[in-house]
Nanobody, 115 residues
């Protein structure tokens, strides 16, 4: 079974940084693109970033460009999201996903940006 375990969230001040991790199992991780999504209270879940299977191409939603970096370590079955210059609007539960269409989600990790 596909399993995705997100971690690394927490409470940070505006301008701070966090690195999120997602450890995947139950499939051949290196063969799939991976993505990070987030869902803020009262809003729909949105795509934040994605990365190709070998890590060569990344894409970001406009609101995080220049601040967030998605990466992966296929030897560790892990995808990361480095989050810098955090803003209150980044507050959300962050989830990883196998591509953009997979039905499987992890439990998510809460990121709260507040002073």
């Amino acid at each position: 079974q596909v399993q995705l375990v997100e971690s690394g969230g927490g409470l940070v001040q505006p301008g701070g940084s966090l690195r999120l991790s997602c450890v995947a199992s139950g499939f051949t991780f290196r063969s799939y693109p991976m993505a990070w999504y987030r869902q803020a209270p009262g809003k729909e879940r949105e795509l934040v970033a994605d990365i190709t299977s070998a890590g060569g191409i990344t894409q970001y939603t406009d609101s995080v460009k220049g601040r967030f970096t998605i990466s992966r370590d296929n030897a560790k079955n892990t995808v990361y999201l480095q989050m810098n210059s955090l803003k209150p609007d980044d507050t959300a539960v962050y989830y990883c996903r196998r591509g953009r269409y997979d039905a499987n989600w992890g439990q998510g990790t809460q990121v709260t940006v507040s002073s």
